[in-house]
């Protein structure tokens, strides 16, 4: 109620970034929303906040250090909508502030337990579409995608996957090394090989930075482009993806994302600002994707809108 | 008529390689297309043969052995085939081999004559499409498309380019940098990030290594996906190219080209072969083709194939 409590913790500094760097060491295989709603977590568990006005000023706040970051992207705005829900919507009805907050505590753990569950469940889900002798491409390095292949392979499944390199991060080299390591026969090609190899395909699988709001998907620059090119070859794409990458944004365009659009033709600099000035994500509208293999089950594109209400009008 | 006289012909060694390097360092401008037609001039100016049938054999091995070089490509075939068809074509109605051959090697002189002007009104005749504000798609480096943008600055249009970097030669590196020289401006983009920009290009502009029989276009690797992304964006695709490169092969998918096919999945060695193993080009069908510019008018593509009937017909 009294702005001059509140104002200071605009300018807190929750040092975010350090945070999340810290976290990813100590929970290496966390995606990076589960990241932020334990950084914020950690944050909150400080807060000397003495209303549950206070404490929710002190928590948007704090959410909003993390959707403001210069590395800011779809899974941490995700992450930190995530936090930030039950929060608003408990707030009318608890009036004791400790109480309050242990409840909030409680949530989060039992949710935290849940989403350590969710890659493995949607790595299952995709399992019946690979089928013996599938051919298989797939970009940069997903975690859900490996899960998924590595499944697959332990089931006795033949299959062939395509990696693309994956520039500039080449994230795709790591991929394929990884799959080979499981006995999975896998292949490195360029970025602009994709054309080349589709009519050799049987199917495209990407995971997720974020899945929006209509059902398209976030994901590693170049994405876009491959379902682009396996639209018109005919081939399905599909997505791995946590619930917890489900994100509230309705992007109109490539331009219209979570992150710097790239100065192009702001200066002319030399050749060898390719890496900083390129964007690393993009954005593969829902028309492009066939489906979404998520921990509560199999889906097309609009029925992540569904299933974004559900949670957040709950 | 003697086998045993043109027998040892096809075994007979001209170093078409060696040939074809050196003829490419004494006329760095000149296409593949047209060295291949001097380096069989070349030889055929050695000919020892004493009759029309014998030289046609003669320049028929030759032929063939520059269609069968490791290294062969569209750009190849389609000068063996632009050498030899005038031999074929009139070897019935000439018996004296002396006069012949000097009739020949005038009509060839005749030719490379013209072919060096090809280049230069194929890109004049692309240079109506260049409007002001426009913002251009170029992938790798091409001869014709550099002529064509920097005729265009010339004029004094204003426009900007997006080249792909163009793994694995980033050849397009190379383009950014002639073209910032002739103050373009000019902007280096991941070959993963042309779904990224697309919305914001007003045209694709690529050239050709060889253009085929339906008026499709063999380019470097890459190509092919950038016409399907422009396709989908609604955006014109437009190919730059000399008619000495219009080609009789149809081919029916990527792996129908004259090139080896890369042994993906012979063997599981290392990270490394990346760019051994990917193919350097592919086929863009005609359907992703919106117009061609060449030195004989800006044709679509089915009037590829009229112009090559009407040449290989005559």
Do not use: C
């Not at 009519?199 to 699988?205: A, C, G, L, P, T």
């Amino acid at each position: 109620m009294v702005p001059l409590e509140i104002t200071p913790l605009n300018n807190a500094d929750w040092k975010p970034q350090a945070r999340l760097d810290k976290l990813q060491q100590q929970h290496p295989n966390a995606s990076l929303p589960v990241l932020v709603i334990m950084a914020l977590l950690d944050i909150m568990k400080d807060s000397k906040a003495s209303s549950t006005f206070e404490f929710l000023e002190h928590a948007k706040a704090a959410t909003t250090a993390f959707k403001q970051l210069p590395e800011k992207n779809a899974s941490m705005i995700a992450g930190a909508d995530l936090f930030l829900h039950p929060l608003k919507t408990h707030s009318e009805h608890i009036r004791d502030v400790e109480d309050w907050k242990k409840s909030i505590f409680a949530l989060f753990e039992k949710r935290l337990a849940e989403y350590a569950k969710f890659r493995e469940r949607a790595a299952d889900k995709g399992l019946q579409f690979i089928k013996d002798d599938a051919v298989i491409l797939v970009h940069s390095y997903s975690r859900a995608v490996m899960m998924l292949l590595q499944k697959a392979r332990q089931g006795n499944k033949r299959f062939k996957v395509f990696v693309t390199e994956t520039r500039p991060t080449t994230s795709g080299t790591k991929a394929a090394v990884e799959l080979r390591a499981a006995n999975i026969p896998a292949e490195l090609i360029l970025d602009a090989a994709v054309g080349s190899v589709i009519d050799r395909v049987d199917m495209v699988i990407v995971g997720a930075e974020g899945v929006v709001q209509n059902g398209g998907v976030i994901n590693q620059i170049g994405t876009y482009q491959i379902a682009v090119v396996a639209k018109a070859a005919n081939k399905p794409f599909y997505a791995v993806t946590e619930q917890y990458k489900f994100v509230r944004l309705f992007p109109l365009n490539q331009e219209d994302l979570p992150i710097a659009s790239p100065p192009y033709f702001a200066s002319s600099e030399d050749r060898n600002t390719i890496v900083a000035k390129n964007p690393q994500i993009d954005y593969t509208p829902p028309r492009y994707i066939s489906l979404l293999f998520t921990n509560i089950g199999v889906l097309t594109p609009s029925a992540v809108s569904e299933e974004l209400v559900k949670f957040y009008m709950s």
